[in-house]
């Protein structure tokens, strides 16, 4: 079945500092790849997604590439602020009609002024 | 605004008794689904409905029961509560196509005492 695989974490950063939170993946066919974002006592907000290889997802100063060969969707950040500290997550939604997501157990992320 | 409602925000029960969970989405989905989180568990799946008048299990549907009420709605149930079921849930719906990703409500945290 698909199951993804991400950093744990926690993960804590220095303001303006450089952010990878890791993602690999397994799945039979072509999924798409989403990263989530949970800020404290709110529900899940679609940060960016991927629908084929080799796609840049990209949103708020965040990126993520559909690497295929790696089966990998990588988060980054040039420059994190306060503002992101929160939970990310990582899913994949395969194919057939129900597209059920499936997720990484999350990451969090404190970003210190 | 459009998206995914849920109620109530904040629940307490006692074991074994009963209640409801309410989710409404207004931008027209097909699929809904209910998940929940756990610390350190990720997003799990517990039960969807891929249109109206379907309903399947998912990871973990073991306790629940779900009610597809029309295309709005999507309610989930606990006969009997458990301690083990105390977590933050989560109602989600989504567009056509899996390139698209959910639309998450806000959560209800239910405590089982």
């Known amino acids: 079945g698909n199951s993804v695989t991400q950093m744990e974490g926690p993960v804590t950063l220095s303001e303006e500092a450089f952010l990878t939170i890791n993602c690999t993946y397994t799945?039979?066919?072509?999924?798409?790849l989403f990263w989530y974002v949970q800020y404290p006592g709110e529900g899940l907000q679609l940060l960016l997604k991927?629908?084929?290889?080799?796609d840049k997802g990209s949103n708020k100063g965040f990126e993520a590439t559909y690497r295929k060969e790696t089966t990998s969707f990588h988060l980054e950040k040039g420059s994190v602020q306060v503002s992101d500290s929160a939970v990310y997550f990582c899913?994949?939604?395969?194919?057939?009609?129900?597209?059920?997501?499936?997720f990484g157990k999350g990451t969090l992320l404190t970003v210190n002024p | 605004n459009a998206g995914v409602t849920q109620t109530p925000k904040f629940q307490v029960l006692k074991t074994g008794q009963s209640m409801t969970l309410q989710c409404a989405q207004d931008?027209?989905?097909?699929?809904m689904y209910w998940y929940r989180q756990d610390p350190g568990m990720g997003l799990r799946l517990i039960y969807y409905?891929?249109?109206?008048?379907?309903?399947d299990k998912g990871e973990v549907p073991n306790g629940y029961n779900v009610s597809r009420l029309n295309k709005r709605e999507f309610s989930l149930r606990l006969e009997s509560a458990a301690p083990s079921q105390t977590s933050v849930y989560f109602c989600?719906?989504?567009?056509?196509?899996?390139?698209?990703?959910?639309?998450f409500g806000s959560g209800t945290r239910l405590t089982v005492v």
């Open positions: 989600a719906s989504r567009a056509p196509g899996g390139q698209y990703g959910y639309t």
């Open positions: 799945a039979t066919g072509y999924p798409s």
């Open positions: 991927a629908t084929k290889a080799d």
């Open positions: 899913a994949l939604s395969g194919g057939g009609s129900n597209y059920k997501l499936t």
């Open positions: 931008m027209n989905h097909n699929s």
């Open positions: 409905s891929a249109s109206e008048g379907t309903t």
